[in-house]
Each structure stands twice: as structure tokens, then as C-alpha cells.
């Protein structure tokens, strides 16, 4: 299947620091990715879909200004948490949906990323 | 609003026997139906799928069976082996649209 990498899959910051999350699709071009965080024990929950070359569209309840989304080109998508603090500590997880994903909604999940914040 | 439900928060399972996890969902709306695997620290993968327009879809020990008058779906894993012990999503999506409803999810734990 398709792959989708992460980086960085750990990160420790101070709060009121911001914090970058990128995420990729290694062998295939992704018009849209899309964001999801998870807290423990819950579900995935969707921040965000990531359009390549235009504004990122938010879920009810998730704030464009903190959390920063670029989908800069068919392969790159970056998750920027602005002024983090520790109520944004999460499991941050993007994915991306190849050709054959967009009838099935099958996505490609990257490794997550773990973000705390002291 | 919880649109996609697994009411089983975990599930414990002998080696070889049959692994049944289920999921309930209530919008009518959905016509995909996926089963994602997830591993501690890891981002989930793709298991099966099933369209709404069919009741069963097999792919090896992997079994997806559709209710749809009953708004229930379940994934059959037989026989259970050790290395099947995760976290189980059930996740929708509507016709056309991008999104993903998931699940609570399952923690799968099976023993030799």
C-alpha cells in the first residue's frame, strides 16, 4: 500500500512554544490529506482536511489559529500547533488518500506523532 | 454525537479461536464501511473494507459482514493469533465525502 511518513513521531516542548509536524507521501501524490488527533483511550478525531494549494477547511471546534495547516505541494502537508500548552498534549496522526481512495475513503496513515507539553 | 459506536472497549481472545468485533453505526448515510489495526505509538493501518451495496467481503482470516437493516457491522478474525493483539477502528464515510467517522476502537488481546 501507499506510504505516509511522519516527522517527528516524539516531541517535548515548553509551553507557549510551537511546534511543526510534517507529514508526507513517499510514493504517491496527495491532493488531500487530512488531520486527526486522538487522546487516550478515544478515537480519531478530525481536525482538519488539507487541500493542496489552498486553506485548510477545520472541523467544528478546532482553531484555525492554533493549529496552523500548509498542504504546500502534492506531497508535503505540515500541522503547526501555535503557543502550544499541555491541554494540546496528543497523538497527532495525518493521512492521505490515493486515487483508489477517494471512492472507498481508504487512507494511508503516517506514524503519528507524540506531542507533549510541559 | 457518536455516529460510529463499538461498544466493547476490549476483547480477549484464545490462539486459534475466532475474534469477533463489532461496530454499530447510526447514519444512513454512510455506503463505506473500513477496519483499521492500530499498535501502540503507531498511525492505524488499513485492514478491510466493505461497500454498503454488499453484506461480506473476505480477505484471508479477515471477514467483514454487514447488516444493514440493523445498522451493525462486525470483522471476523480466524483463526486469532498472537501477532493480531491492537487496537481494532471501525471507521465510516458518507457518499462523496472525504471524511472518516471512527469508532471508539476495540484493544484486541489475544493469548496463547
Known amino acids: 500500500g501507499a506510504v505516509v511518513s511522519q516527522h517527528p513521531s516524539w516531541v517535548i516542548c515548553k509551553s507557549g512554544t510551537s511546534v511543526k509536524i510534517e507529514c508526507r507521501s513517499l510514493?504517491?501524490?496527495?491532493?488531500?490529506m487530512f488531520w486527526y488527533r486522538q487522546f487516550p483511550k478515544q478515537s480519531l478525531m478530525l481536525m482538519a482536511t488539507?487541500?493542496?494549494?489552498?486553506?485548510?477547511?477545520?472541523e467544528q471546534g478546532v482553531e484555525k489559529d492554533k493549529f496552523l495547516i500548509n498542504h504546500a505541494s502534492l506531497t508535503l502537508s505540515t500541522l503547526t500547533v501555535t503557543s502550544a500548552h499541555p491541554e494540546d498534549s496528543s497523538f497527532y496522526i495525518c493521512?492521505?488518500?490515493?486515487?483508489?481512495?477517494?471512492?472507498?475513503?481508504?487512507?494511508?496513515f503516517g506514524e503519528g506523532s507524540r506531542l507533549t507539553v510541559l | 454525537d457518536q455516529q460510529v459506536k463499538q461498544n466493547s472497549p476490549s476483547l480477549s481472545v484464545q490462539e486459534g479461536r475466532i475474534s469477533i468485533l463489532n461496530c454499530d453505526y447510526t447514519?444512513?448515510?454512510?455506503?463505506?464501511f473500513l477496519w483499521y489495526k492500530k499498535y501502540p505509538a503507531e498511525g492505524p493501518t488499513f485492514l478491510i473494507s466493505?461497500?454498503?451495496?454488499?453484506d461480506k467481503n473476505e480477505d484471508g482470516r479477515f471477514t467483514v459482514f454487514l447488516n444493514k437493516s440493523a445498522k451493525h457491522l462486525s470483522l471476523h478474525i480466524v483463526p486469532s493469533q498472537p501477532g493480531d493483539s491492537a487496537v481494532y477502528f471501525c471507521?465510516?464515510?458518507?457518499?462523496?465525502?472525504?471524511?472518516?467517522?471512527f469508532g471508539t476502537g476495540t484493544q484486541l488481546k489475544v493469548e496463547l
Open positions: 493521512s492521505a488518500r490515493d486515487k483508489t481512495g477517494a471512492n472507498t475513503g481508504e487512507l494511508f
Open positions: 510514493d504517491f501524490q496527495a491532493t488531500t
Open positions: 488539507s487541500n493542496e494549494g489552498s486553506k485548510a477547511t477545520y
Open positions: 447514519n444512513s448515510m454512510f455506503d463505506y
Open positions: 466493505i461497500s454498503s451495496i454488499k
Open positions: 471507521a465510516a464515510k458518507t457518499g462523496g465525502g472525504n471524511k472518516l467517522t
